[in-house]
């Protein structure tokens, strides 16, 4: 049982990485309907430009709350940039063309990040000085405790607030009602007065500030980085995207839930060589059963 | 042109500098360089500096010449006549393209490296005819295509090293296999749509790749399967010193002793192989069974209220499809003497989807075009090992952004009602 408990945290906390990165492929795809596999190279830049301001402030020596919100908003605010950057070179140009155009551009795109990173940071693992110490410790009585380590809160709570704006951004805002309604009907959008290519761009700048932030907390959490994080991590936070739904922001998350408590699971009590198989199985399972998605909506074909 | 659009254009190139300085800056600008315990930072801001400079440059160019309105459209023109001409002329050109083919092997200039790189963009021509069969006919995205190759070159592996069966018995058994794989993960999938399935294949992939890395006992996991017999030819094998008893392909012929003699013979396997799929490929255009195929990437909607069972199609292309993909995989076997799982990545899959999009999807044509331009720029780019990759992508994208519907466009239906609009 509390080894169970032990494995519900740490799965909730992978989730919570998988699910920020998730929301970006959704969003995407819910938008200008494409998959963005640039988008798990976004999250790996994020991760990069985390790292390297932290060793930056780590010489400096700032007290650690400070720290990790500065890095957290310079992270955002260039990763963003690539964002904004790979869709206007790569996928605005394809806008309107035919279905598998943008695709091929995105794993071009995500290629050649992918290289530049290896080109320019070098190709070998990047190891960070853990910045937390420590946890809170559950049933101390039992065989097993329970650890709760505070860098995981830090992570699941960040997921939360983010969330909390994030919701608030689509539900509430101009802006949110604008990025909503270009996923209905981008022409009569456009007919409305909404500047259409400007809210595209919001939304890679958006999904790719949040990929970023994920990024941050695989830094923190693995510890470790290099620059083909993001493919694993990308496939899977896509595969968790499909698995809640693609096109819904709420089942992004869960989605990612689902994922990372699917992987720590079967590491946990399976084994770990098969945890990607794990992860890929079940999706194809669900999609038997759930062509959409778990909150998808289903998809009616007409004439 | 107007002082405006100068000094309108400078600020537009200004703020292209202040863009790449941001994502220049901290990814180039600052090298993160392990020494001892800690990581540390080496500042390179002189690459950076060029790097935005170049930015800038090319903007201000750009700007320029668009408010000229000349941008690239002798490209483009010449490329749209190339189309012309190659449709016109297809026959021609196809003939022209395959006797060279055949007589490369002795033209002058013709080296061991020449036809190493020969047989790879030949290997990638068949994986690029085999889902093309997938994407470009049944217009199924199919992101995983390298578990099939994978699965073709370990039957291979496997059936030869464990029975000792010959190439030619291994080869249709390795298609086999790779079929039955295509079927197993096509029955569950086949009905979901375009993207869900892109994704599905992708998974599959890494799940295959996934397995070899860890099915110790029968992959050999990380470490590969090695000694794969090499083919021979009509049982003369290529070797210097046969056995007792044994004639050897040199022997036999009374030929001095050449380690060319097998590479040619292996050149010619996979152009024979890759040509078979070609002819397969052109013979099915016109049956029932490819007829649906295409009718069912234009409208499924209405195939169904035709009759035509979108699953058992689907099946059928996808079953097609992965059978060539073990065939090219028992090839690469052969070839190789040696696989291991680190041969069957994602970026493969990537590379033969990427061929075929960027062939123009459907055109058989458009496959070789594609794969003589992409591998030949990663051989050009070999020497800047670093670099090839992002050439690799970055032409990638260039062509799509140019060309959008690949080098050759060409989904025209193999029939249309009302006999061939011109």
Known sequence: MEYFIQQLVNGITLGSIYGLIAIGYTMVYGIIGMINFAHGDIFMIGAFVALISFIIFGLIGVALPIILLLVLLIAMLFTACYGWTVEKLAYKPLRGSFRLAPLISALGMSIVLQNYVQVAQGARVKPMQPLFSGGLEFFKNSEFIVTVSYLQIFIVILTIILMGIFTYLITKTDLGRAQRACEQDRTMTALLGINVDRTISITFIIGSSLASVAGMMFVLYYGVIDFYIGFLAGIKAFTAAVLGGIGSLPGAMLGGLLIGLIETMWSGYVSIEYKDVAAFSVLIVVLIFFPTGFLGKPDIEKV | ?422
């Open chain 2, 1 to 422: 042109m107007e002082k405006q659009d100068i000094i309108k254009s400078f600020k537009d190139s200004l703020f292209t500098g202040l863009i790449a300085l941001a994502l220049f800056g901290p990814i180039v600008g600052l090298r993160t360089v392990s020494k001892g315990e800690g990581l540390f930072i080496t500042p390179q801001w002189g690459i950076v500096f060029l790097l935005v400079g170049l930015c800038i440059l090319g903007r201000f160019l750009i700007n320029i010449n668009s408010a000229k309105k000349t941008e690239f459209k002798f490209l483009s023109s010449f490329s749209s006549k190339f189309a012309h001409i190659t449709e016109d002329k297809a026959k021609h050109f196809a003939i022209t393209g395959i006797l060279f083919a055949v007589v490369f092997p002795f033209l002058p200039f013709t080296d061991r490296y020449f036809m190493d790189v020969a047989i790879m963009i030949l290997t990638y021509i068949m994986l690029g005819w085999g889902l093309n069969i997938v994407v470009g006919l049944a217009g199924l995205l199919d992101l995983g295509y390298v578990a099939f190759y994978a699965v073709g070159a370990y039957s291979y592996a496997l059936i030869a090293t464990t029975f000792g069966w010959s190439f030619w018995i291994c080869l249709p058994l390795a298609g086999v296999f790779a079929a039955f794989f295509g079927i197993l993960l096509g029955f569950p999938v086949l009905r979901l749509r375009g993207d869900y399935l892109a994704i599905v294949t992708l998974g599959f992939g890494e799940i295959i790749r996934i397995i070899l890395i860890n099915w110790y006992e029968v992959t050999n996991g990380p470490d590969g399967i090695t000694g794969i017999p090499r083919p021979s030819f009509f049982g003369l094998p290529f070797k210097r010193s046969p056995d007792e008893g044994e004639a050897s392909f040199h022997t036999f012929f009374g030929l001095e002793y050449s380690t060319m003699h097998r590479i040619i013979f292996l050149y010619y396997l996979i152009l024979v192989l890759a040509l078979i799929t070609n002819y397969f490929t052109l013979k099915i255009r016109k049956l029932p069974v490819g007829r649906a195929w295409e009718a069912l990437r234009e409208d499924e909607i209405a195939c169904k209220s035709l009759g035509v069972n979108p699953t058992n199609t689907k099946l059928t292309a996808f079953a097609i499809g992965a059978m060539f993909g073990g065939f090219a995989g028992s090839f690469f076997a052969t070839r190789q003497a040696f696989i291991s799982p680190e041969s069957f990545t994602f970026i493969e899959s990537a590379i033969i989807v990427a061929i075929v999009v960027l062939g123009g999807m459907g055109s058989q044509t458009g496959v070789v075009l594609a794969s003589i331009f992409l591998i030949g720029i990663t051989e050009i780019f070999r020497d800047l090992e670093q670099f090839r990759m992002i050439a690799f992508g970055g032409a990638m994208v260039l062509i799509m952004v140019f060309k959008p519907k690949g080098i050759l466009a060409n989904r025209k239906p193999t029939i249309l009602m009302h006999g061939d609009k011109k």
